[in-house]
């Protein structure tokens, strides 16, 4: 019988999260998906968009497309990650929401921790 997803929880796998950021054009957005996995900060990022946003913004309502990254890394990873997005994004206040991986398939999971480990270190 094959494994349940919901089988393979935290206690059984390397703490994994996925990392959300929007940013204002998929030239950005790619810039930043690049620079993340390669410095092995991620294993991937996903890229979505256009996405309408709407938001309050110094007062003013506000609506904007946007690319969002969906970035999938291992949680010891995600203050570099959140480093390296203030860094690399163009906003004054970047998106950044960190939500932990309860559960999932065991080689995705494995295979993303593997892939933010030094080159030499594997």
């Known amino acids: 019988m094959a494994q349940s997803f919901l089988s393979v929880r935290m206690t059984d796998m390397q ?41 309050r913004w110094e007062g003013k309502i506000e609506i904007s497309p946007e690319w969002m990254c969906i970035i999938k890394t291992a949680a010891d990873r ?7 997005i203030r860094e690399l994004h163009g906003y004054d206040v970047p998106e950044i929401l960190v939500t932990p991986v309860t559960g999932g398939n065991r080689g995705y999971l494995d295979w993303v921790h593997s892939e933010t480990r030094a080159a030499d270190s594997q």
């Open 15 to 55: 703490p994994t999260v996925q990392i959300t950021t929007t940013i204002d054009s998929e030239q950005a957005a790619e810039q930043i998906a690049t620079a993340l996995v390669g410095r092995r900060l991620a294993a991937c990022v996903q890229i979505v968009g256009p996405v309408r946003s709407t938001f």
């Open 78 to 84: 995600a203050d570099d990650v959140q480093s390296a």
